[in-house]
Protein backbone atom coordinates (compact mmCIF):
# COMPACT_ATOMS: atom_id res chain seq x y z
CA UNK A 1 0.00 0.00 0.00
CA UNK A 2 2.73 2.12 1.02
CA UNK A 3 4.13 1.77 -2.61
CA UNK A 4 1.13 2.99 -4.54
CA UNK A 5 1.21 6.47 -2.23
CA UNK A 6 4.65 7.18 -3.47
CA UNK A 7 4.61 6.25 -6.89
CA UNK A 8 3.21 9.46 -8.25
CA UNK A 9 3.82 11.63 -10.63
CA UNK A 10 6.84 13.37 -10.01
CA UNK A 11 5.40 16.83 -9.98
CA UNK A 12 2.61 16.12 -8.01
CA UNK A 13 5.43 14.60 -5.18
CA UNK A 14 7.35 17.46 -5.04
CA UNK A 15 4.16 19.49 -4.66
CA UNK A 16 3.52 17.09 -1.63
CA UNK A 17 7.31 17.66 0.18
CA UNK A 18 6.81 21.20 0.03
CA UNK A 19 3.33 20.82 1.61
CA UNK A 20 4.59 18.45 4.39
CA UNK A 21 8.14 20.48 4.67
CA UNK A 22 5.79 23.52 5.24
CA UNK A 23 3.09 21.89 7.89
CA UNK A 24 6.04 20.59 9.88
CA UNK A 25 7.43 23.95 9.96
CA UNK A 26 4.58 25.52 10.53
CA UNK A 27 3.85 22.92 13.61
CA UNK A 28 7.53 23.47 15.44
CA UNK A 29 7.42 27.36 14.87
CA UNK A 30 3.67 27.20 16.54
CA UNK A 31 4.72 24.98 19.58
CA UNK A 32 7.97 27.34 20.71
CA UNK A 33 6.36 30.17 19.85
CA UNK A 34 3.63 29.13 22.00
CA UNK A 35 5.85 27.76 24.88
CA UNK A 36 8.07 30.48 24.88
CA UNK A 37 4.95 32.96 25.01
CA UNK A 38 3.47 31.01 27.89
CA UNK A 39 6.57 30.64 30.01
CA UNK A 40 9.08 33.37 29.53
CA UNK A 41 6.56 35.73 28.56
CA UNK A 42 4.87 35.74 31.69
CA UNK A 43 7.69 34.80 33.94
CA UNK A 44 9.63 38.08 33.18
CA UNK A 45 6.26 40.37 31.96
CA UNK A 46 7.74 40.37 28.37
CA UNK A 47 4.60 40.27 26.75
CA UNK A 48 3.97 43.56 27.87
CA UNK A 49 6.95 45.57 26.21
CA UNK A 50 6.46 47.79 23.40
CA UNK A 51 8.72 50.02 21.52
CA UNK A 52 6.76 53.05 19.59
CA UNK A 53 3.73 50.51 19.92
CA UNK A 54 5.79 47.64 18.21
CA UNK A 55 5.21 44.23 20.56
CA UNK A 56 9.33 43.17 20.98
CA UNK A 57 7.96 39.96 21.74
CA UNK A 58 6.68 38.95 18.29
CA UNK A 59 10.15 39.20 17.11
CA UNK A 60 11.92 38.04 19.82
CA UNK A 61 10.03 34.78 20.22
CA UNK A 62 9.80 34.39 15.92
CA UNK A 63 13.98 34.53 15.92
CA UNK A 64 14.45 32.32 18.99
CA UNK A 65 12.10 29.96 17.61
CA UNK A 66 13.86 29.76 14.09
CA UNK A 67 16.83 29.39 15.33
CA UNK A 68 15.95 26.60 17.61
CA UNK A 69 14.14 24.94 14.49
CA UNK A 70 17.50 25.76 12.34
CA UNK A 71 19.57 24.31 15.49
CA UNK A 72 18.20 21.27 16.77
CA UNK A 73 15.33 20.11 14.28
CA UNK A 74 15.44 18.05 11.57
CA UNK A 75 12.24 18.32 9.28
CA UNK A 76 11.80 15.87 6.76
CA UNK A 77 9.00 14.41 4.33
CA UNK A 78 7.43 11.11 3.34
CA UNK A 79 8.15 12.64 -0.12
CA UNK A 80 11.71 13.78 -0.17
CA UNK A 81 13.25 12.72 -3.28
CA UNK A 82 16.58 10.11 -2.13
Known amino acids: MQKEV ?3 NPLVKK ?3 YISITGVFMMAFGFLYLL ?3 TIGFLFSLNKL ?3 GFPVPIALYSIISI ?3 KKY ?5 PYNDK
Not at 73 to 77: F, H, N
Open 36 to 38: QMY
Open 15 to 17: ILH
Open 67 to 69: VII
Open 73 to 77: IKITS
Open 50 to 52: EIN
Open 6 to 8: LDV
